[in-house]
Each structure stands twice: as structure tokens, then as C-alpha cells.
């Protein structure tokens, strides 16, 4: 353990703010949630977690759930509702192994297709911090949020994208915070920060704040919490920690308890889920001690500063924000290469893409993971019944171009374009030339 315990670990931990840090204060200023409450299970949920798995699995607000609650002007009780319900159907779907029933039959371009379409989601959530203060110049521009700020960031990020050992997260969030420290000051609102010592306090909602919070947000986080925190999660660890096999019963569990708990104390709701660990890995983060260190921060400033750190923290910069959840968004993205393992076979290759497609066009189009889920399960079904009863497949025209020293990147290697090693020109298939291009190009219809 002490061979990983590097800044890289220690920037690792940060990749996730970008998401917790503007759902954090936005339900904390509206008084939904209470700030200390949820820096201190929050930071106790990720010291266990990565006790409990070994890897830096992620801890992160419950976003639909966030977003009703924001739109509604939640109260505490309404909040603690939402997240109290659905924790605990995922609790009981986890416990009694029907959730693995389930999944079972889930397609493998479905989940990358519910990762891809995560992917974009959080990329426009990122885009959209980053337009908050969207200047480059004039009246409008301040000086410590711009769009200067954010260019140079997301420069920085990709310029050491390679070198992964640079602690590019941690460096972003410690300029963030010495300008928060900054404009706090310019600002004369140090007086507002109050150290010492601040506890949680008992939320219980009434029978009629747990019924509106249930039905307004918990019904339509579920889908996004089963989909994205436990089947899109498992499968995220697999293609990150080869030879890692997350338990789908045991993050169910944890979700359930961290929220059965978590939630009478005033925290808003926590998950897990694909693009936190994404975002983690993509910064540095690949042991448990990435967890230990975030969970301890959340933990101690939770404590000694309270709600009155919201003072500094809505000075934290919007533009590094959204360049970091944009970042990690693009890995969240990249296991989406690994759709199918049908590779040798071109059609299955070409149903299972179409299919991954469906999935991630649906939930970003309807902003809902499942119906992004069931539009890629129908695609998926279809194609599935074609191979089995339906006629053979017919290829697609191809069109080959022909160009000096150019390979093509799907033939063997020293092949030209336009030079077919495949034994279905001999079954019938027809050619004819054409120019395309100022090139020769050889159409094959079989």
C-alpha cells in the first residue's frame, strides 16, 4: 500500500468534485440538505467504501434526485423521502438477488451504451458549469472564473493526459481554492466562516413529505441508480481492474445503507456510479487510499467549518469545475470500444454497435436512463430474433478506394485499398469501377 500512497492517488480522489461540489451547494443554500450532514457521511461513506472494495469506487450524489429537488424547492423531510425510498427498493432488489435476474439477460451494448450516453450527459452538464461565466473580456468577466481559466485548464488536462503520474486535479483544486480564498476576502465574507465544533442533526419526514419526495424524484432516480450505479458500475470495474468482479448484491447494499442512515441526518442521497469512478481513475486514482484521504477531508472540514464554509465554497471556480467533470466524462466514454465479444463476426459486430447506439441516442435524447434502457433492450431483442429465425444477412455495398501506399486499417497489413482478401467475391459478388475523388474506387455488391 505504501508503494501507491503518491500525489497521484491523492488527485485522484478530486476527479469527482466537479459533480459534487455545484449539486452540494446549490441544495444546501436552498435549505434542502444540510452541508455538514452531508461532508460527514459523505466522507464516511468513502472511507468505508474503499475499505469494504479495495478500489477507488466513488461516492456521489444521487443527480435526479438533486435535480427534482432543486425544481421543487424540496424541504429537508421531502429530500430525506426521495432518498430513503428508493434506497430501499435497491436495497431489497440487491438483497434478494432479483436485480442479478435481471441483469443477467442485459445485453453488453447495452450497458456500454447506458455508459456512452452517461458520458455525453455529464460532458454537456460540464460544458454548461464552464458557460456559467462565460467571458473572455468586459464588464462581465471576473477575474478568477473566465473563460481563460477554463481553455487553459482543459489545455493542461490534455497535455499531461499521457502522464498520468502529473497530479493534474489536485493542482487544478488547490488554484481553485486559494481564488475562492481570494474572492472571499475581496469580498470582506471571512467574518461569515465560523470554525468550531458543528454536529448533524435527526431529519424524519412526515408521512406526507416522504410520499411527495418519493413520488416527485425517488420513482425517477430508480431506473438511474440500478442502471448507472450498480449494472453500468460492475461492468466499469471489470474493463478498469482486470480481474476485479464487483458482488452487484453488496452495492445495492451499501447504496441502501448509506441512504437507510445517511438520509435521517439531513445528508442528501448518495450513490455510487460509472462516471465518479471514471472520473477518479481518469485523475490518478487506483487503490482504496485515494478514498481514505477524500473521506478524511470531507470528514474533519465537515466538522470544523459546517454550513458556514458555503461562504467560501460558492467562490470555487465554475470553469475548473467543468473542465474536470468534462474530463472524466471522456473516460467514462472510452470502455464504450469494448461494445461486443463477437469481434471476427461483422454482423453481430454491426447489430451490437446499432444497439449501443439506441441505448445512448435514447437517454440522452430523453434526458432518462430507462428509456435509453429499454430502447437498446427492444433493439437488442430485434436482432436477436433476425439471427435466430430471420433470413441470412446481406452485406452492404462496399466502397474500396484505391491509393499508392495507403493501407486499409481493417485488411491484413501490406493490403491496398481496393484489394479484397475475402472469399465473398467468389460467391457471387459483383464489381464495377467508378472514380471517386480523383482516386479509383471498386464498387462490390454481393
Known sequence: MRDHLTLREFSGALGDIGTLVPILISLTIQGSASLTSSLFFGGLWNILTGFFYGIPMCVQPMKSIAAIALTNKFTPGELAGAGLGVSAIVFFLGVSRLLWLVTRFVPIPVVKGLQLGTCFQLC?????????????????????????????????????????????????????????LAQTGSHQQFGQVHPGAHFVHVVIPSSEEFRNGFLSAGLG????????????????SRDLFPGYDPSLTHITMSIGIMNLV???FGSMPFCHGSGGL?????????????????????ILVGLVFGESLLVILKWFPSSFLGVMLFMASIELGLVARNFTLHV?????????????LCTAASLVGFSHDGLG????????????????????????????LSSEGDEHPSLP????FGTVHDNRLADGCTTGGSSLLGGKAQTVTC
Open 221 to 236: 432516480q430508480l431506473p438511474l441508480t440500478l442502471l448507472n450505479s450498480v449494472v453500468a458500475l460492475a461492468a466499469l
Open 262 to 264: 445517511g438520509c435521517l
Open 373 to 400: 434502457f429499454v430502447v437498446g433492450m427492444v433493439a437488442g431483442l430485434v436482432f436477436w430474433i433476425l439471427r435466430r429465425y430471420g433470413p441470412g444477412d446481406e452485406l452492404p455495398a462496399l466502397v474500396l
Open 124 to 180: 454537456k452538464k460540464g460544458i454548461s458549469l464552464i458557460k456559467t461565466n462565460a467571458s473572455f473580456w468586459g464588464a462581465s468577466a471576473i477575474w478568477s472564473d473566465n473563460l481563460w481559466w477554463a481553455c487553459s485548464s482543459f489545455l493542461l488536462v490534455l497535455f499531461v493526459y499521457e502522464r498520468r503520474r502529473v497530479p493534474v486535479a489536485l493542482l487544478i483544486f488547490i488554484l481553485g481554492v486559494v481564488f475562492a
Open 344 to 356: 471476427h463476426d461483422e454482423r453481430r459486430r454491426r447489430h451490437d454497435f446499432v444497439v449501443l
Open 278 to 298: 471514471a472520473g477518479q481513475y481518469f485523475f490518478g486514482a487506483r487503490t482504496e487510499l485515494s478514498l481514505y484521504f477524500l473521506g478524511t477531508i470531507k
Open 413 to 416: 497489413t501490406g493490403s491496398k
